[in-house]
């Protein structure tokens, strides 16, 4: 069983039917309980990082993510969910992430041309073609984006694909079986079904 993450700030119901059209049982989950109960566990989110974190721990979800996470059962976050992981983010100073890796998440830099958010279609370069998750997506594809905000891993390692805008950022990571993307596959077709129907077969 698959649990959605709910605090409040995630398009629940798209990444729900898109998990349950690769054949993934999914439940919304917004406390300590629904986590305890999963295989695996989706984090979706879009919105502010310091919202995000306020929400987490105003509904008790911070230390049961963190145990979530460190478990080793399969785990990915989306966009928001993705950033949540870090230590922190230039968005909101006062808000500490979940700290699960360190690194900050940084605002794209302020340039002629350069439109922020980025919102579309961009390409993913694959790093680690070996990731689970990018099994059967070829290199080059296009994903869906819509952020302002990114993380830089202070662990280059963990990064498993990489795409350009203004400034080459990590659109992917994966440690173990923690796995996280600032592009919304629910939101990429083809290719971001495919990535989570890898993430549902784990």
């Known amino acids: 069983m698959i649990a959605l993450v709910d605090y409040g700030m995630g398009n629940l119901r798209s990444v729900e039917k898109a998990l ?62 993705y950033q949540a992981l870090f230590e922190r983010s230039e968005e909101d100073d006062r808000a500490a992430g979940l700290g699960i890796f ?18 579309g279609w961009n390409r993913i370069e694959m790093k680690k ?7 059967g997506v070829r290199a080059g594809s296009y994903v869906y984006f819509v952020h302002s905000y990114f993380p830089k891993p202070a662990d280059r390692g963990m990064i498993c694909a990489e795409t350009e805008y203004g400034i080459r950022f990590a659109s992917m ?30």
């Open 20 to 81: 349950q059209r690769v054949g993934g049982k999914v439940y919304i989950a917004g406390d300590a309980d629904g986590l305890s109960r999963a295989d695996r566990v989706v984090m979706p989110g879009v919105g502010a990082f310091g919202d995000c974190m306020r929400n987490l721990a105003g509904q008790g979800l911070i230390e049961p993510l963190k145990r979530f996470i460190r478990s080793g059962k399969p785990f990915l976050g989306i966009c928001l969910g």
């Open 102 to 119: 360190k690194g900050c998440v940084t605002r794209f830099p302020a340039r002629r041309k350069l439109k922020v958010p980025q919102i």
């Open 129 to 135: 073609k070996s990731c689970p998750l990018l099994r």
């Open 173 to 202: 990571i994966w440690r173990d079986r923690i796995f996280a993307c600032q592009f919304h596959p629910e939101k990429s077709q083809e290719i971001g079904l495919k990535i989570l129907e890898n993430f549902a077969r784990l």
